[in-house]
């Protein structure tokens, strides 16, 4: 655990050296606050479409790998009156400024190759996508004047340690699942399975359509899958479960009340602001520009994750013997009888407190 928790510091901060350095000497380039000030510089009518906000959510899902389960694992190892409302602020914060930071390293960049390259447009320097990443900036990284390979080799390093650190938090969601419904499988099992399984899956990236297959998996597979599911999510937890109930679990965790701006936030704002950008993004849809065959494949890809939720459902509803389908919908969507703290001190005091909100 000491080892592990070794790598995780590693793993964290120093790619903020890396970055660090390449924002210094990004700075330091002709041309680069030209692309800088492309970077900072808004394009108010982008507002009106739907495609910026479904990138905004998507880009705030990945970084904080919201809906992947990586987060709920690594709550669960936390103590049971963790300041998780403070911690919530800070790793929101600091991947806001993160991203600012990245933001003018890749742009002042750009901006030097544009000067470069005697590109006056900056629109027409940059790339989107895995182009941007492994073409656009390495062929820039190269016309250095000083040092071009040593910051290659930091650059890519520096996505290495990022893609290593993503990767831990949502493969360790994938083997903790497996290791809680099935203790009697060593853990160590599980992770060379998962490793090895994870090895072969990823072995199709490299073929010559690899590129297609990824930009599907990312686009079907990941970033439409994980807003539907947000939906639901959020729905289940304003609504199903309540804010107020949620707000009261806070409360007895870290006896802090909490504000009317979040409540209205988690009741109201976001369940339907996300759930408005799903419906006119599906509305709006435009096949990736692939042969059709391999859209077809995407939206069979979505179609197994998302109809897990009814079908995960139903069979919740038939495992309520003996009520009628009404009464077994009202089941299901109740918190079960051993819901609560794991301690069986907390959770009598839990008990105790819930019992005092309800006659409220």
């Not at 290791?179 to 199709?204: M, N, Y």
Request: glycine share 8%; charged share 15%; proline share 4%.
């Amino acid at each position: 655990i000491k080892s592990s928790g070794k790598v995780s510091y590693f793993l964290a901060i120093f790619p903020y050296i890396i970055i660090a350095v390449l924002l210094v000497r990004s700075l330091t380039l002709e041309g680069a606050w030209t692309g800088i000030k492309y970077f900072f510089e808004p394009q108010w009518d982008k507002l009106l479409t739907i495609e910026v906000w479904y990138e905004a959510v998507t880009q705030c899902f990945f970084s904080l790998t919201i809906c992947f389960g990586g987060l709920i694992v690594y709550s669960s190892f936390n103590d049971f009156s963790n300041n998780i409302y403070r911690h919530a602020l800070i790793i929101t914060s600091l991947d806001t400024v993160t991203s600012l930071v990245a933001g003018c390293v890749v742009f002042g960049v750009i901006g030097h190759l544009a000067h470069v390259t005697g590109q006056t447009d900056i629109s027409k320097v940059v790339q989107s996508g895995p182009a941007l990443t492994f073409i656009t900036y390495p062929d820039t990284i190269a016309k250095f004047d000083f040092l071009p390979q040593f910051f290659s080799v930091l650059f890519f390093f520096m996505l290495f340690l990022l893609g290593i650190g993503t990767l831990i938090g949502i493969v360790t969601s994938v083997i903790t699942a497996i290791h809680d419904q099935r203790p009697d499988i060593a853990r160590w099992k599980i992770v060379i399975s998962v490793g090895v399984a994870g090895f072969c899956i990823g072995l199709i990236y490299i073929t010559p359509g690899g590129l297609i297959i990824l930009e599907l998996l990312d686009y079907y597979g990941a970033t439409l899958v994980t807003i539907t599911l947000a939906v639901f999510e959020l729905f289940t937890f304003a609504w199903i479960y309540g804010v107020n109930r949620v707000c009261k679990d806070i409360e007895f965790m870290l006896g802090i009340k909490t504000g009317l701006f979040w409540r209205v936030c988690w009741g109201i704002v976001t369940p339907i602001t996300v759930l408005f950008i799903l419906l006119v993004s599906l509305v709006q849809y435009k096949p990736q520009n692939v042969p059709l065959g391999y859209n077809a494949l995407g939206w069979c890809l979505y179609a197994f994750a998302v109809l897990q939720l009814p079908c995960w459902a139903a069979y919740a509803m038939l495992q309520k013997q003996g009520l009628v389908w009404w009464e077994r919908c009202k089941a299901v969507l109740r918190p079960m009888a051993d819901w609560g703290p794991e301690d069986p001190t907390k959770r009598s005091e839990y008990g105790t407190f819930i019992d005092e909100y309800k006659r409220q």
